[in-house]
């Protein structure tokens, strides 16, 4: 008898998931249905603000594969289509398409919760006015297109100064606005120790950005016409002709919540390794919805980014295929920019130490991408910290010019296979003039903190 597997999300984790159990199960044995919302399909949200900027010229370069793709590989795919209801009891989830209002139930034996994550968007006067604009959705990307189309003023201000406002504010400079960035935090970047992000704020700020630190928005003042005219503060008001909300997501377990499914400290799903959700057989979830095991830590955590939905989406299809696999779990490594400033972290920061109570030593380095008199060598910051007594690598963050961000990999390998600073200043990492100096900037950091550690 064939099987049904319902899938809820048509995008990274969803969609990953559904296309590996149809790779696993051909049609005759497995019946797969997917519910969207929206009017795409497996789309990369990561390129928005690229998109936005004019880096990327054409919103179809952002869609990895279509609903009629997908369809002409026999997953029923539902767009416009909202799942208001799971009923874990009897196996089923109740739909509403959302052009004509009818409700239905769809029976499951699998079902892949995949709902990703919604952004903040706190309850402020004026919040909902025309010219306000989220970018989490491909959606959301064109609404925010029209506006700055329409939009005759050349005033932006970006509220947040996370990776979406970071990024927002590179893209509306790209197209000729005025930024102001207003950021809650001390600096920019929170994902960074105020030390390093200390550095984004130096070189935004250098790009003409203006950048408003510890400020809190109150309200979202708007004109006679009912859009948007500025952003304000306890203190100040700033100009804007458009707005663009960067504070964050949280996960989006509305629909779990309801159903009685396991949440943990910080909202997401809780899974095991195999991404089926805790006490249940036949349900599995990944993506932005989920908590996640940081193999640092050894905590639990919410880290949505698109590489993670991937892989758990593989994960997710390969077991409701009738496979086995499992999703070890992250080591936090992210990786942004700013116009030519390249941004990246992995493993803790100095307050996630604390927080776990590790004690830990912190080293900071200058270096250059390439040897130091290699034509455009350009120079970068590495953080990094380092457990006291075993010497086992915590966290490392960089930041700095072109060939700065993807060095951070190297860290990354290294946290997920648990090794010391001592290790990693002895890799045989590749060196020639055009890519590195003699000693890579990460085994510089890490040469340091081995000789503030103490010789092993």
Request: charged share 25%.
């Amino acid at each position: 008898m064939r099987e049904r597997l319902v899938v809820i999300g048509g995008d990274a984790a969803g969609m990953s998931a559904a296309s590996q159990a149809r790779r696993m199960r051909g049609p005759d044995e497995l019946e797969i249905v997917a519910f969207e919302r929206g009017h795409f399909t497996s789309y990369s949200a990561c390129g928005i603000p690229y998109w936005v900027g004019g880096d990327v010229e054409d919103r179809d370069e952002l869609i990895a594969r279509t609903p009629e793709e997908h369809r002409a590989r026999h997953i029923d795919v539902r767009l416009r289509t909202e799942v208001t209801e799971i009923d874990v009891e009897r196996g089923r989830v109740r739909a509403r398409d959302l052009e004509s209002g009818a409700e239905s139930w769809t029976s499951y034996d699998k079902l892949v919760i995949a709902t990703g994550a919604r952004p903040v968007r706190p309850d402020l006067p004026g919040i909902d006015a025309a010219g306000v604009h989220g970018v989490q959705t491909l959606d959301d990307g064109q609404a925010l297109l029209d506006t700055l189309t329409r939009t005759e003023g050349r005033r932006a201000v970006v509220v947040g100064a996370g990776y979406i406002g970071v990024e927002m504010a590179e893209a509306l400079i790209n197209r000729g606005y005025e930024v102001t960035v207003v950021n809650r935090g001390r600096e920019p970047m929170a994902t960074l120790d105020p030390d390093m992000g200390r550095l984004v704020r130096e070189a935004m700020t250098g790009l003409g950005i203006t950048m408003v630190d510890d400020a809190e928005v109150t309200a979202l003042p708007t004109g006679a016409d009912g859009r948007v005219r500025a952003v304000a503060t306890a203190d100040a008001e700033y100009p804007a002709d458009v707005v663009v909300l960067g504070i964050g997501v949280r996960p989006e377990t509305t629909l779990a919540r309801a159903a009685g499914l396991p949440l943990g400290d910080h909202g997401g799903l809780l899974t095991d390794r195999s991404m089926r959700v805790r006490g249940q057989e036949n349900v599995w979830a990944g993506g932005d919805c989920v908590e996640v095991l940081d193999l640092v830590s050894g905590q639990l955590r919410h880290i949505p980014l698109g590489t993670h939905a991937n892989k758990q989406g593989q994960i997710i299809g390969t077991n409701a295929g009738g496979g086995y696999a499992t999703f070890p779990g992250v080591v936090g490594t992210a990786v942004s920019k700013v116009c030519d400033l390249e941004i990246a972290r992995t493993g803790l920061r100095e307050k996630d130490a604390h927080r776990v109570g590790l004690r830990f030593e912190t080293v900071t380095i200058e270096s250059t991408s390439r040897a130091g008199y290699y034509p455009d060598a350009a120079p970068m910051t590495v953080k990094m910290l380092a457990e006291l007594g075993t010497g086992r690598l915590l966290g490392v963050q960089i930041v700095g010019r072109e060939g700065a961000g993807k060095r951070v990999d190297i860290a990354a390998v290294a946290l997920t296979a648990g090794m010391t600073v001592y290790q990693v200043a002895a890799l045989d990492l590749g060196y020639a003039p055009p890519f590195s100096p003699v000693w890579d900037p990460v085994q510089v950091a890490a040469r340091k903190a081995a000789a503030k550690l103490g010789a092993r």
